[in-house]
């Protein structure tokens, strides 16, 4: 059964940085593609960044472009959101999710881990 499972989030003042990471477990994910997701209070969840674990190349929402970097380790199976410069609408409940590199839809998704950033 695939798990993934986020952690790293807190409460941070603007202009700080987190790092989220994201385990995923249960199947090999050479084929892959995790990303990140956001939802704020009352807004729909949105789409942050991913990484396609055959080749690296991440692609970022442009919210997030040049303050975010999305990484991965391999041999971890896990992935990593650096947030650096964050600003008060970057706080939301972050989740990891994975799926089939040739499917559409988002199969998997971890529990979510909340990120505050106050002004």
């Known amino acids: 059964q695939v798990q993934l499972v986020e952690s790293g989030g807190g409460l941070v003042q603007a202009g700080d940085s987190l790092r989220l990471s994201c385990a995923a477990s249960g199947r090999t994910f050479s084929n892959y593609v995790m990303g990140w997701f956001r939802q704020a209070p009352g807004k729909e969840r949105e789409f942050v960044a991913r990484i396609t674990w055959s080749d690296g190349s991440p692609l970022y929402a442009d919210a997030v472009k040049g303050r975010f970097t999305l990484s991965g380790d391999n041999s971890k199976n896990t992935v990593y959101l650096q947030m650096n410069s964050l600003k008060p609408e970057d706080t939301a409940v972050y989740y990891c999710?994975?799926?089939?590199?040739?499917?559409?839809?988002?199969?998997?998704w971890g529990q979510g881990t909340q990120v505050t950033v106050s002004s």
């Open positions: 999710a994975a799926r089939y590199r040739t499917y559409a839809s988002w199969n998997y």
